[in-house]
């Protein structure tokens, strides 16, 4: 199966500016930015949706929650940030490698979309 343009980032066979790494995940910053603070939270392991996540995902699912906010306080917004994961087209996911969009520094409206 042809690898995910994530996967490619994390493969460092395409660049992206990565504000965040560990033995789970990887963080880049949004080509297309939506606020101020707008990176992509993606796990290392390729799973397309968050629907397609199983039991065995619990715990990096949990480790991606913990990361964002983290990575949220490193940036200056630990007390204001909104999470968003996309589930499939119809939802607005164009990349079928789950990721987290972490946004923050600026007023968020809801609802959104």
């Known amino acids: 199966m042809a690898k995910t343009l994530f996967e490619k980032i ?10 965040h790494e560990d033995e789970s995940c990887v963080a880049i910053q949004d080509i297309n930015p939506g606020a ?3 990176l992509l939270l993606i796990p290392r392991k390729p799973i ?6 199983g039991p065995e995902d619990q715990a990096l699912l949990g480790h991606l929650m913990l990361a964002a906010g983290k990575i949220a306080a490193a940036h200056g917004y ?4 909104r999470l968003v994961v ?3 087209a119809e939802a ?3 990349v079928f ?17």
């Open 97 to 113: 490698h789950l990721h987290l969009h972490l946004i923050g520094g600026r007023p968020l409206k809801w609802p959104p979309g």
């Open 86 to 88: 996309n589930n499939g």
């Open 36 to 38: 101020p603070m707008h």
């Open 92 to 94: 607005g996911q164009s």
């Open 78 to 81: 630990g007390e204001a940030f």
């Open 10 to 19: 994390i493969d460092r066979e395409i660049p992206a500016t990565i504000v």
């Open 48 to 53: 397309p949706r968050l629907c397609d996540a």
